[in-house]
């Protein structure tokens, strides 16, 4: 079964999903690559005010391609989350309450889905073509002089992934592996 969620995410709402789950998202996600995060985290410490309100959001580390003619973006597929682990826990400490990317993550961020419950949600690679059809509009908000690593309001419609990491500490990537070993 497919679990259908809105942003932005409600507490009652990441509590229910558990790593394996698959679900498709509907409503604002925002996309960040590590020099996006690291200016995120600069001005947190600066005490200054964000280019969108993390309580509740979700963060795709994906950059879109130009989006060509009739598309709201070009492909737009994940990128290795781990490059984004020494940003995620103060994110995730200031309210958002996903991330979507593909592979491990460290301790530290599971630790800090647990405390702050949240959620880490794997897109497939190799399909960003694909993914990019489940977005239905595109607005730069900030940092545009990073160019695709800048930040993007993306809307989407069923944009599907897999629940990663839940706030149990349930790890998909942890659970593959023991079933790969019993094989």
Do not use: C
Not at 129 to 157: F, T
């Amino acid at each position: 079964m497919i679990k259908q969620i809105h942003t932005p995410l409600l507490d009652d709402i990441v509590v229910n999903l558990r790593a394996g789950d698959k679900v498709e998202i509907t409503g604002t996600i925002y996309t960040a690559r590590d020099q996006a995060h690291k200016r995120l985290v600069a001005s947190i410490h600066r005490g200054e005010q964000l280019p969108f309100y993390l309580k509740g959001q979700i963060i795709y580390y994906a950059g879109p391609a130009p989006a060509p003619p009739g598309k709201a973006v070009g492909s737009i597929g994940p990128t290795t989350s781990a490059r984004m682990d020494s940003y995620a826990p103060i994110l995730v400490s200031h309210g958002l309450k996903a991330m979507i990317g593909k592979g491990p993550r460290s301790g530290e961020v599971k630790e800090a889905l647990i405390r702050y419950n949240a959620v880490y949600l794997a897109a497939t690679g190799g399909v960003a073509a694909l993914l990019s059809s489940y977005v239905r509009s595109s607005e730069l908000i900030a940092y545009p002089e990073l160019g695709p690593e800048a930040i993007y309001r993306l809307e989407v419609e069923s944009f599907p992934v897999i629940v990663a990491m839940d706030a149990w500490g349930g790890d998909l990537y942890e659970q593959s592996r023991l079933i790969y070993r019993e094989i």
